[in-house]
């Protein structure tokens, strides 16, 4: 499975920006996580194969929505209400057979993209 990720950029407090995340390949679950200088790798939102079942990290509960579009296997997170806090590089991440959970844990993800920058000032 390749994932590759577009969408991103800098934005001001406030402002709005979508990600977007291709997966060749079949996948069950996709997700989107976040990494920050100097903090782990943590969670935001996933979603089961055709959007049935979706999870949110608290902090973007309310100004995240995360969809996917089971014809081409992409996710999408667009993001609103984005705060400086929102600074990160963001991954998208998938799992072929297992079904997502309110878990968000990096390591039962084994498919990862490149990454995309997201910086709110």
Same mark, same amino acid.
């Given at each position: 499975?390749?994932?590759?990720?577009?969408?991103?950029?800098?934005?001001?407090?406030?402002?709005?920006?979508?990600? =977007?995340?291709?997966? *060749?390949? +079949? $996948?069950?679950?996709?997700?989107?996580?976040?990494?920050?200088?100097? /903090?782990?790798?943590?969670? %935001?939102?996933? #979603?089961?194969?055709?959007? #049935?079942? !979706?999870?949110?990290?608290?902090? %973007? /509960?309310?100004?995240?929505?995360? *969809?996917?579009?089971?014809?081409?296997? $992409?996710?999408?997170?667009?993001? =609103?209400?984005? /705060?400086?806090?929102?600074?990160?590089? +963001?991954?998208?991440?998938?799992?072929?057979? #297992?079904?997502?959970?309110?878990?968000? $844990?990096?390591?039962?993800?084994?498919?990862?993209?490149?990454? !995309?920058?997201? !910086?709110? *000032?």
């Amino acid at each position: 499975v390749q994932l590759v990720e577009s969408g991103g950029g800098s934005v001001q407090a406030g402002g709005s920006l979508k990600l =977007s995340c291709a997966a *060749s390949g +079949y $996948t069950y679950c996709m997700g989107w996580f976040r990494q920050a200088p100097g /903090k782990e790798r943590e969670g %935001v939102a996933a #979603i089961n194969r055709g959007g #049935i079942r !979706t999870y949110y990290a608290d902090s %973007v /509960k309310g100004r995240f929505t995360v *969809s996917h579009d089971a014809y081409t296997n $992409t996710i999408y997170l667009e993001m =609103s209400g984005l /705060k400086p806090e929102d600074t990160a590089m +963001y991954y998208c991440a998938a799992r072929r057979w #297992i079904d997502c959970s309110a878990a968000l $844990t990096p390591r039962d993800f084994g498919y990862w993209g490149q990454g !995309t920058q997201v !910086t709110v *000032s």
